[in-house]
């Protein structure tokens, strides 16, 4: 897992079977672990398993990649696979844990690697937001699988929130922040965040960062 402090707001998605025949990147006839098990199990974890696959692809053949980038990017992914095995012990649950950090790292892989984005996929980002009274910029990814989420960074905090249902727009929330609501709300370049103990602020996406 990450060293980056977390906070993994998932209480309300929910895991389902959007694609009955929905089949992750690695053979699941080889399946050892318990993730592995539920990630095949899942067909919405399954399409996270595709996208982080096709990225990785996509990162590990960049056009600036050297030996060492390229032994950099194997280790990290060799970690992560040992963070996303060890799920079983989240309070979380398994699949929600797990559903949490694909969502992270295919935020961090499309952050750290720039061909990672040079193709359309069932993701985007990460998006740099301006917000009024935030004091640092929000950086914003959308994992667009079956089962959205968004990944939200700022200062030293990394969230996860589902989306839910919305009159307009895309909105992403939760309460399992100590009871404490957690929101971003977005329609076109515009959105709404709600951080946790704060006050709804209004953001903007900054083209230019």
Known sequence: ??????????GLLAISAPLA??????????????AEVAVCESSALSEMDV??????????NGPNMDES?????????RGWIKGRDECWKSDLGLERCIAVEYAFRIDAIRTGYANARSEAGASDGPFPYVCD????????????????????RWRENAVVLP??????????????WFG??????SKGNEAMFTPPN????????????
Request: proline fraction near 4%; charge should be negative; charged fraction near 20%.
């Open 1 to 10: 897992m990450s060293d980056l402090p977390r906070i993994c707001l998932f």
């Open 21 to 34: 025949n929905a089949q992750p990147a690695f053979d699941c006839g080889k399946a050892e672990h318990g």
């Open 51 to 60: 996208e982080l696959a096709r990225l990785y692809a996509l990162a590990l």
């Open 69 to 77: 980038r390229i032994s950099l990017l194997k280790a990290e992914q």
């Open 133 to 152: 009274g935030l004091g640092a910029a929000l950086s914003v990814s959308f994992v667009t699988t079956a089962e959205p989420m968004v990944v939200l």
């Open 163 to 176: 989306q839910v249902p919305a009159a307009s727009g895309a909105k992403y929330a939760s309460s399992d």
């Open 180 to 185: 404490q609501a957690v929101e971003f709300w």
């Open 198 to 209: 704060g006050a709804g602020l209004t953001c903007e996406r900054d083209e230019i960062g």
